[in-house]
Nanobody, 123 residues
Framework: QVQLVESGGGAVQAGGSLRLSCVVS????????VGWFRQPPGKEREFLAAVRRPGGSPNYADSVKGRFTISRDGAKNTMYLQMSSLKLEDTAVYYC????????????????WGQGTQVTVSS
């Protein structure tokens, strides 16, 4: 069973930065597509960013493009989400996930999920 453990969430003022981390168990981390999602209060979960194999080009949701950066470290089995210029509307529970598919097209095609970490942005 693959387990994902997230860390790095918390409270931050608008304009600030946070880095989320997600450690993935097992020996096949480099074969996964890794992604980040979030669920704002009272809303559906939404895609933020994903990157395929190590060295692959990431793709981002328009809402976070230019502010968030996804990365992965195969030596540590860890994926990251660096968040900058945070806005009030970035307040949400953030989830990491991995997919065994070559090109997952939606969250239903991600196989394993982290437990979620709360990010709260205040003015």
């Amino acid at each position: 069973q693959v387990q994902l453990v997230e860390s790095g969430g918390g409270a931050v003022q608008a304009g600030g930065s946070l880095r989320l981390s997600c450690v993935v168990s097992g020996r096949t981390f480099n074969t996964y597509v890794v992604g980040w999602f979030r669920q704002p209060p009272g809303k559906e979960r939404e895609f933020l960013a994903a990157v395929r194999r190590p060295g692959g080009s990431p793709n981002y949701a328009d809402s976070v493009k230019g502010r968030f950066t996804i990365s992965r470290d195969g030596a540590k089995n860890t994926m990251y989400l660096q968040m900058s210029s945070l806005k009030l509307e970035d307040t949400a529970v953030y989830y990491c996930a991995v997919s065994t598919r070559l090109r997952p097209e939606n969250e239903g095609q991600y196989d394993y999920w982290g437990q979620g970490t709360q990010v709260t942005v205040s003015s």
